[in-house]
């Protein structure tokens, strides 16, 4: 990132200079939040109990939560920890509101904990850096110092991916930012029958009962069951008015597909509670 200086239309190179140590380049930024990334400073070296010291902890604009970490060149690492610091944000916001409050004042409007931000700054980036960033919704900026005491920040570019066109020639394009959003339940099961819908919830109770360790997630085509591994994939289909399940049958593998339908239980071609060892016997080749 050369930069010049113009002198009687005359380009000259500015040499570039390093900070002393990183906690130079942390103070520097600290002190000018709101000018260069119009945040407010909260607390810098915050100290948690279980997931470290935070950098520097600030509030955006829009009352957003703002996690910054520094790094002096590149260093690996930086992206872990500060997801690291914005889950002890996330997993405690009383106790950052109060450090909110404490440090700017009790008339802070709503925090929004929704759409917490995480600031990565560093001299440079790898290519697991980018695609971390990307999934986790981090900002990745990078900086240079030079000797007139000119400091240049600019936001690093995203990964690219390589596109074969119909020509079958290659290019190279930017990886799309805002992937498709996930379905909810409510709008998987948009359509369905009432009967569907029922034996949906009591399939879905009956899941979520085998053990608290069981999380549940939505994507844009089905709704997935996991403990450490995914263990079950359900997709609805409602004109066919029945529920596709694709269940873990080893530990690195799914396998099963088993189709459930209300009229077929009401009819007894099979038992609900069949269905329920099977979906049991998917969650324990997690285990």
């Known amino acids: 990132m050369p930069a ?24 520097l930024i600290d002190d000018n939040l709101p000018e260069i990334f119009k945040i407010r400073y909260i607390k810098d070296e915050y100290i948690t109990t279980k997931h470290g010291r935070i950098e520097t902890i600030g509030l955006d604009e829009s009352n957003r939560p703002v996690v910054i970490e520094y ?14 610091y914005m889950t002890w944000i996330k997993q405690n916001p009383d106790s950052f509101e109060l450090l909110v ?3 700017l004042g009790s008339n802070i409007d709503d925090i929004d904990f929704t759409n917490p931000r995480i600031i990565c700054l560093a001299q440079e980036y790898s290519i697991d850096d980018k695609c971390l960033a990307l999934s986790l919704g981090a900002e990745l900026w990078k900086y240079r ?15 690219e991916q390589l596109i074969k066109g119909s020509s079958g020639k290659t290019t190279i394009e930017k990886i799309k930012k805002e992937p498709r959003k996930a379905r909810t339940i409510e709008e998987h099961l948009k359509g369905a029958s009432d009967a569907l819908k029922k034996l949906f919830y009591s399939l879905d109770e009956r899941i979520m ?11 844009r085509t089905e709704i997935v069951y996991k403990t450490s591994l995914n263990f079950t994939y359900l997709a609805i289909q409602n004109r066919k ?17 088993l189709f459930v339908s209300p009229t077929e239980i009401k009819g007894k071609k099979y038992d609900f509670e069949d269905v329920v060892d099977l979906l049991k016997q998917a969650y324990n080749f997690t285990q």
Not at 75 to 84: F, M, S, T
Request: cysteine-free.
């Open 4 to 27: 010049f200086e113009i002198i009687d239309k005359k380009a000259k190179k500015i040499r570039q200079k390093e900070f002393n140590n990183e906690q130079e380049l942390h103070k």
């Open 71 to 84: 790094k002096k060149s590149k260093e690996k690492g930086q992206l872990v920890q500060a997801n690291r």
């Open 101 to 103: 409050r404490k440090n």
């Open 145 to 159: 110092y030079y000797e007139n005491n000119m400091l240049i920040i600019i936001r690093e570019e995203e990964p």
């Open 209 to 219: 009962d085998i053990s608290s360790d069981i999380e549940k997630y939505t994507t």
């Open 241 to 257: 008015d029945r529920l596709r399940y694709y269940l873990r049958t080893e530990e690195d593998k799914i396998a099963r597909l």
